[in-house]
Structure formats: C-alpha cells, structure tokens
C-alpha cells in the first residue's frame, strides 16, 4: 500500500525520527537505562582503574588496574572508574581524558572521581570552613573551588563534544570524615554535592553526566547524606571486609522501584590485608542471597587483597554467567 504524501509530510514533521529511521536516544540515556535493567542475576563487573595515586589513566599501563585485572583473568571489567586528582595533579587533564575516551571507545561504561583539593589551600583532609563557597562577592576559598569546578566542567565538557556519556561521582564516599569534604557534616555535604550538579548541569549545560554519590559503610549514612531524587542518579555503599555489607539496602531499593535509580555497591573490597585470600565467587553468592537488586558492584584498587588480583577464582567470578564483564 502506498502511504498518501501529505501523511509522509505529517510524519516528518512531528516525528522526524521516522523519517530518518533513526534512535535518537542520547548515549547518556541508553547507558542509564542498560544501568536500571542489571540485577537480579545479571549484575555489573566494575573496578576502579585509578585512585589518586601514579596509576596511569591508559588502561594498557602496567599500573592501571583495569590492565591488570585483564592480565591476570583474561577479562576486562564491563565498568572501569578513572580518578581527576587535583590535589597531586599526578598527570595533566588530557591525560585523564584519554584514558576515558580509550575505555569507551573499547565498549566500557565509564565512570569518573573527582578528587577535588581543599579549597582552602591545605591538605585534603585538613578541616575547612565551606561557607565562603556559598558567599556573595569573591574570596580565596569561593575562587579555589570555583576554579576547580571550571576546570573539572572543561574535561566533562571534552567528553560530552566525543559523545561519551560518564557516571560522575563528585565527592567519593560523602560522609568520610577523612577527606575535606565531609569535615562539616552532612549538611554541608549536601550543600556541596548539590553547587556541583547545579553548576555543571544549568550553568556549563553538561548533559552528559549520570550522577552518582556514595557513603562509607556506616549504617545511616546513605540516607543522611542523600543529595535528593532530583540530584542522584545512582546511589552506591561502600563494603570493605569479609561482611559484604548494605545495611540500607531495604531504603535503597524503594529508592530504585519508586524513583527509578541505580543502587550498586561503589567501592568493594572482599577482605582485609591480614586475612587470607578469599573465595570470589563469595560475592555473587552475597548478592543472590541478600541483595539481588543490586545493579553490581566496583572493586577497589590500591592492593590486590581487595579485588581479584589478591583473592581465589578471580577467572572464574568473571566467566560466571551472572557476572557481566566485558568480552
């Protein structure tokens, strides 16, 4: 049957995709919803490729992490996480750049930390007051950290202009005491994790960014430090030590069947330095016994004792036909 022009003309105007037989779903979108869809015995292999150390971005360097995760199993992780460090600055931007363009272009979802330095020029775990950020008029602390987030919206932006979608995590593990930070509780954390969305998003126009946040393993502090529906996309625990622990997972997974986010484990490490290698296969059976709506979960680096450089059937946890690595 021929279809009447006048019908083609209507088609091509309100619907333009018809004509061109196009998907015009952003990279963003389609990465988010493959994200939402993992669970449930299919579950996402992830691990920090650099934390703030010399770790090299290029994930074919012998100290990247993703490199060696594949050099001792024969596979590479589906999800790979590389760390902006801005207070060592251990590599120039465009170092960091690459080596999230290079993981995409080889079929991995790309993950980004931003180790932001004190704004008040000492160290990163010194203590700081954050209220001059949020000041009218300009001082040194507003200007630091507003020049790190122009120069961190600069790298987004360079990846949005390659089409790369990434899952942004500006403040690893929100409630860590340790770090600059999360010094002044969660109020303050919020307020922060909340200037860096609104800043990149309406004010850089940066569309390209599933945000994602997290908190260490204490009990509570999920949901105490919680930016809100409207800031989070992806909410993660961090579980170091033979316990495998999400003691808010009950709370999280409302959040996944009510308003649609991710929950996953952020940062895990199977067991401590002093215990003896542990069996791998150890998580899968974690999440299918106690928490099968996770979409999966992000193995630390630093030291093989965490992930499956250090541990027993690493090979194995990512050839399980639950695991989703990258083939």
């Known amino acids: 049957m021929t ?9 091509f105007i309100f619907f333009p995709c ?13 990465v988010f919803a493959y994200l939402r869809s993992r669970g449930n015995g299919s579950y996402l292999f992830g691990q920090v490729a650099t934390w ?16 060696k995760v594949y ?25 960091w750049n690459k080596g999230v363009k290079e993981m995409w272009d080889r079929g991995m979802i790309v993950g980004i930390f931003t180790f932001y330095a004190n704004p008040s020029g000492r160290s990163w775990n010194a203590p700081v007051d954050i209220d001059p950020i949020f000041a009218p008029g300009s001082n040194p602390t507003k ?21 790369i979608p990434v899952i942004y995590t500006p403040f690893v593990e929100s409630d860590d005491r340790n770090k600059w930070h999360a010094k002044e509780g969660s109020e303050n954390a919020i307020k922060l994790y909340r200037l860096v969305h609104d800043y990149f998003q309406n004010v850089k126009g940066l569309d390209n960014i599933i945000w994602a946040y997290h ?32 003691s808010e997972y009950r709370w999280a997974v409302e959040k996944k069947k009510n308003s649609g986010k991710v929950i996953w484990w952020a940062e895990l490490g199977i067991r401590d330095s002093s215990d003896p290698p542990r069996d791998c296969m150890d998580v899968v059976k974690k999440l299918e016994n106690s928490y099968p709506e996770l979409a999966g979960f992000v193995f630390w680096s630093d030291d093989g004792h965490y992930n499956v450089l250090g541990n027993k059937n690493g090979a194995e946890l990512m050839t399980c036909p639950k695991i989703i690595t990258l083939k």
């Open 52 to 67: 703030v150390h010399n770790e090299n971005p290029d994930m074919d360097h012998a100290t990247n992490w993703l490199k």
């Open 143 to 163: 200007a630091n950290f507003y020049n790190q987030m122009d120069r961190m919206a600069s790298n987004l932006r360079w990846l949005k202009d390659q089409g």
């Open 3 to 11: 279809v009447p022009r006048f019908i083609i003309i209507v088609l």
């Open 215 to 246: 908190t260490t393993s204490n009990h509570g502090a999920l949901e105490k430090y919680y930016p809100g529906d409207a800031y989070a996309d992806v909410l993660g625990k961090s579980a170091y030590g033979s316990g495998l622990n999400f």
């Open 18 to 30: 018809f004509a061109s037989g196009k998907n015009h779903t952003s990279p963003r979108a389609e």
């Open 71 to 95: 050099d001792h199993t024969g596979r590479m992780p589906r999800y790979g996480c590389v760390t902006y460090d801005f207070h060592d600055d251990p590599f120039p931007d465009s170092a």
